[in-house]
């Protein structure tokens, strides 16, 4: 069936260096994107998004790439910061409707 | 404002109990939406509500019933559940079900079942 998957389960990185995050989607429909962050105990919180017209947004410290071409999609977090450690999960939906379809989940952790 | 509040934010049962988890969302949001967690997983999606009538049902065991009271309200109502049931439960809510909208994440409620 179709799937959105990460490649890593885990990343490592030194506080103050850049953070990339990687996601395959297989849904060639897939339209819209979404990189969710979770602390632990608490609920996925929204971080940045990005329909299937656009292959570059950016945010406060973060930005998203998305290459339709080759189903992949990646987060990109600048400076990262020890309040960064967290799971991400990348989501998809293919516009009939909004039901996510959820990643694995790749933990971050930042070292002092 | 992209709040979803949930009570209670711990909760322990016993396989004979009773208990319902609360949902709610003050933003004009149409839609609302029940997910398990289990650990070192992504969310599953269970019910989602659109205009305060059941949309999809994930083939959920009918120990778990979802109401929706109204339009700013969720409630999940649960009984006889097995110590498998026991996760995170997190409920979310978007603007519309039909056009790919942003869902937002409460806090969840942290059920264990004895």
């Known amino acids: 069936g179709e799937s959105v998957g990460l490649h890593l389960p885990t990343l490592s990185v030194q506080e103050g260096d850049n953070s990339i995050i990687n996601c395959a989607y297989s849904n060639s429909a897939s339209d819209y994107f979404i990189w969710y962050k979770q602390e632990s105990g608490k609920g996925p919180q929204f971080i940045i998004d990005?329909?299937?017209?656009?292959d570059k947004r950016q945010g406060q410290r973060v930005t998203v790439l998305l290459n339709k071409t080759v189903k992949h999609l990646s987060l990109q977090i600048a400076a990262t910061q020890p309040g960064d450690s967290a799971v991400y999960f990348c989501a998809e939906t293919s516009g009939a409707n909004s039901k996510l379809t959820f990643g694995k989940g790749i933990t971050l952790s930042v070292r002092p | 404002d992209t709040e979803v509040t949930q009570t209670p934010k711990h909760l322990v049962m016993g396989m004979t109990n009773k208990k319902s988890l609360k949902c709610e969302q003050h933003?004009?949001?149409?839609?609302m939406y029940w997910y398990k967690q289990k650990a070192k997983k992504p969310p599953e999606l269970m019910f989602v509500?659109?205009?305060?009538?059941?949309?999809i049902n994930e083939s959920v065991p009918s120990r778990f019933s979802p109401e929706c009271p109204n339009s700013s309200l969720l409630n999940l109502h649960l009984h006889a559940l097995q110590p498998e049931d026991s996760a995170l439960y997190l409920c979310?809510?978007?603007?519309?079900?039909?056009?790919?909208?942003?869902?937002?994440f409460g806090p969840g409620t942290r059920l264990t079942v004895l």
């Open positions: 990005i329909r299937s017209n656009m």
């Open positions: 979310a809510s978007s603007q519309g079900w039909g056009d790919s909208d942003t869902q937002y």
């Open positions: 509500y659109s205009y305060e009538k059941l949309s």
């Open positions: 933003m004009g949001h149409r839609a």
